[in-house]
């Protein structure tokens, strides 16, 4: 990624876009742009990657021992918060690291000159991902397992302050609550432009936008001196991320949810057997009928629907009802490429643990020790989520059948298919479901935003329609294969 | 029903052994595993239930290779993992429904089969409730209950009795016991108690290794004339501790019971030969082994 974050002018997409402008390949452009994409960029996907430090603990209920040591609620936060920091600033060094070796492999014949990569990396992403990384102890303690409302008030919130540092004009005020600190970068940008070329150009814009070659002009950017006020703004944010963890620790629950759900509602009585627990009769095996054998795969595929449907908050499935319905009436072009996409990403986390829960639920042992698992489990937590996923689509699939439109219908299903092969391949290679969550949010992000090489679900217009699909069909058939081999090597190797 | 295990080695890594050149053959009945961690009892179980592939050595039941045809041995299996868990949201209905359709077991007899299982390990009346809810016995009941529900031949159970209470523990000996007879039943515990009252025959481990098996009559005369007890000042047991491998030991008075094992000829004063139990061999071998 880092590697893509500051193009060649040969190249056919900017990273910090200025229309008709490109910067010089000196150190300032190089390290000033990487260190403005790995903010942006970071800001945007770090939060999916640290957001569930603390649910490991109450996964793997190192909560409750942690509970019982001295730590304050304050200080267990903070750790979180630092590690979290930790995890996103590794991978700041690998983009800082890659930006300076891409400066000397392009060799465009500027002088190297250090300060100018550590010096905006300090600045703008150490600050940035301070927060980012309070923002997701704060998230876990207020929203606690609701990832998906987690995702969505962060990115909504990543929204709106993307789009004031895009807005015009600059002033003290807008320094000082620019949580990345892009605004001041920008604005001294355009103001280059402006006494190099005499022109009023419009505040840069962040985000890969492929737009192909086009005229353009080259400016020499030479960075910024930077002001007192806007460095006291830095600091003042990474301030702000510690006082929200000071401010999340009054709320935190210290693992204990029982007392949390009874001030809310009674919690069923745990029901107290008298007598012998196993019964006294013991098992009677002489009541029990024949066994009687079946090797199908449909009560999987009913459980996995049923585990689908069940997981996460059931309020959440009036926002489903809600996309689901708008899809109905809402013009085709709108549903398919806005509300679709949405709406399965909106299912990330039903989705994503498709083929890793039985793992993280230790029940693989169960499941790998049955009868044939990889030609009967696997095919039905697949097929499960497919069912899902077309089920959400059914009104684009109904209106586009009115319409006989059978080029749609296919994409539609090839891309039903390929959100949940990946789901399921990424999940049984690298065990977990955070790189799915990652990888289906930036596929989800670059199709709402019309990047075409990332259309999934056919919403755009492919010049060759058959190659579109063998694509896709292609993509999905490499999918299942991986998953299946891999799969069947570990279903052997505990 | 023989299930013939011969030469087994299972290598993690360079440095790591599960199992080394482990041989053994059984019939129906109870097999107790005995071993301190970390001697590859689990490892075993991994690889006769078909979820471990050995590095080396064969699995026979009843003439067919289990390593080459898992399906042959999985339709008749009943593995109770040790730290296996559960779908939170589905309740004791649904999983076993579930576990029944990995066993391949269905049919209009599956709820019947269901209920007689729960009714018998108590939990009939939870039923209905989402699983995530229920305490650490009953998930281990439950956990009884899905190794039982394709009427397993073989069944092997990875430390069954931990989270059950003394009452559970119990009724769950005369389960297993009622069902050795047309099963081959592998048992695994760190409580020799539970393995006293219920195994036909003992596999003592140690570090991958098979160190002994055999009837508990047989294991219990490796430590013949070798357990004596004593009364100890306690003042002076750390220097009786370094001297002598102690078994156990109990407060009496002012001073302390102490159960050990020694060669007849190097004894502590005063002590007295005591009939040496399954516990006190297993100690002996494993002691001895190290």
């Known amino acids: ?79 979180k918060m630092l590690s979290n920091l930790m995890v996103l600033l590794t991978i700041v060094c690998c983009t800082f690291v890659v930006s300076i070796i891409m400066f000397f492999m392009r060799g465009s014949g500027y002088a190297f000159v250090l300060a100018n990569f550590v010096v905006p990396y300090l600045i703008l992403a150490v600050p940035a991902m301070f927060l980012v990384a309070s923002l997701a102890v704060l998230a876990e303690v207020f929203l606690g397992k609701k990832n998906v409302l987690q995702f969505l008030i962060y990115f909504m919130l990543f929204g709106i302050t993307m789009a004031a540092i895009n807005s015009r004009g600059a002033n003290n005020l807008m320094t000082l609550i620019d949580p990345f600190g892009l605004k001041t970068i920008t604005s001294s940008i355009a103001h280059e432009i402006s006494s190099q070329f ?125 996309l689901w319905l708008a899809m109905c009436f809402a013009p085709l072009a709108i549903a398919h490429a806005y509300l679709l996409p949405v709406l399965w990403f909106l299912q990330v986390t039903r989705w994503s ?26 095919p039905a937590q697949i097929l499960s989520g497919v ?28 891309g039903a298919v390929l959100v949940i092969v990946l789901a399921v391949a990424i999940g049984i290679i690298t065990g977990g479901k955070k790189l799915y969550e990652i990888i289906f949010f930036m596929l989800t992000y670059a199709v709402i935003n019309k990047l075409s090489f990332a259309d999934y679900l056919g919403s755009m217009v492919h010049g060759n329609r058959i190659g579109y699909i063998v694509i896709l069909t292609g993509l999905n058939a490499a999918a299942l294969l991986l998953s299946f081999m891999v799969r069947s090597y570990q279903s052997r190797h505990l | 029903m023989v299930l013939e295990i011969k030469n087994l080695t299972k290598k993690y890594n360079k440095h790591k052994t599960g199992l080394t050149d482990y041989s053994i053959t059984l019939e129906n009945g109870i097999l107790g595993l005995l071993g301190p961690n970390g001697a590859g009892k689990s490892t075993l179980m991994k690889i006769i239930s078909t979820i471990s592939k050995p590095t080396q050595g064969t699995l026979f039941l009843d003439g067919i290779d289990i390593v080459r045809n898992p399906g042959h041995i999985r339709k008749i299996l009943g593995y109770l993992p040790q730290d296996f868990g559960v779908y939170p949201n589905l309740n004791a209905y649904e999983f076993l429904k579930y576990i029944a359709a990995m066993k391949g077991v269905g049919g209009r007899g599956l709820n019947q089969r269901i209920e007689v299982l729960l009714e018998g390990v108590n939990l009939m009346a939870d039923a209905k409730r989402p699983i995530g809810t229920y305490s650490g016995g009953m998930k281990q009941r439950i ?61 003592v481990m140690q570090g991958g ?15 013949e004339n070798k357990v004596f007890e004593v009364l100890v000042a306690p003042a002076l047991m750390p220097e009786f501790k370094s001297k002598y491998s102690v078994i156990d030991t109990s407060r009496q008075q002012d001073q302390v019971r102490v159960r050990y094992i020694s060669e007849l000829n190097a004894t502590a004063p005063s002590s007295t030969p005591v009939k040496a139990g399954l516990e006190d061999a297993y100690l002996f071998l494993t002691q001895s082994n190290v």
């Not at chain 1, 643990?353 to 030609?375: I, S, V």
């Open chain 2, 209 to 223: 290794r098979l160190i002994t098996k055999g009837s508990q009559q047989d294991i219990m005369k490796h430590a």
């Open chain 1, 387 to 414: 069912i899902l996923a077309i089920a959400m689509a059914l009104p684009l699939l109904l209106r586009y059948a009115i319409a006989a439109d059978l080029y749609s219908i296919v994409n539609l299903i090839n």
């Open chain 1, 198 to 322: 005499h022109t009023d150009i419009q505040n840069p814009s962040f985000g890969f936008i492929f737009s192909g070659q086009k005229p353009f002009k080259v400016f020499i950017y030479e960075g910024i001196h930077w002001q007192l006020p806007f460095l006291i703004s830095r600091l003042l944010w990474v301030g702000v991320s510690i006082l929200l963890v000071y401010f999340s620790s009054f709320f935190f629950h210290r693992f204990d949810f029982k007392q949390t759900a009874v001030s809310k509602k009674p919690v069923a009585e745990v029901r107290q057997t008298n007598g012998p627990n196993l019964a006294a009769a013991g098992i009677n095996r002489s009541l029990m009928p024949p066994v009687v054998t079946d090797y199908s795969i449909f009560p999987f595929v009913k459980t996995e629907l049923l585990l689908l449907i069940r997981k996460g908050n059931k309020w959440f499935w009036l926002v489903n009802i809600g």
């Open chain 2, 143 to 203: 956990g009884i209950a899905q190794a039982l529900l394709n009427d397993p031949k073989v069944l092997i159970f990875d430390e069954p009795t931990v989270g059950l209470d003394p009452e559970e523990r119990v009724r769950f000996r005369q389960l297993i016991t009622e069902l050795a007879d047309d099963c081959i039943i592998i048992l695994s515990s760190h409580i020799v108690s539970d393995i006293e009252t219920i195994a036909d025959e003992v596999a």
């Open chain 1, 353 to 378: 643990d498709l083929a890793t829960k039985e793992k993280t639920n230790r029940l693989h042992y169960f499941t790998f020790a049955a009868y044939r698992p990889l030609f009967r489990i696997l």
């Open chain 1, 1 to 79: 990624m880092a590697y893509l974050f500051v193009p060649l002018h040969s190249a056919s997409y900017t990273t910090l876009n200025v229309p008709g402008f490109k910067g010089a390949y000196n150190s300032a452009w190089a390290g000033y742009v990487s260190a403005i994409m790995t903010t942006v960029m970071l800001s945007m996907y770090g939060f999916l990657l640290v957001n569930s430090g603390i649910k490991k603990d109450i996964d793997t209920e190192v909560g409750l021992i942690i509970a019982c040591t001295p730590i304050s609620d304050f200080s267990y936060l903070l750790s």
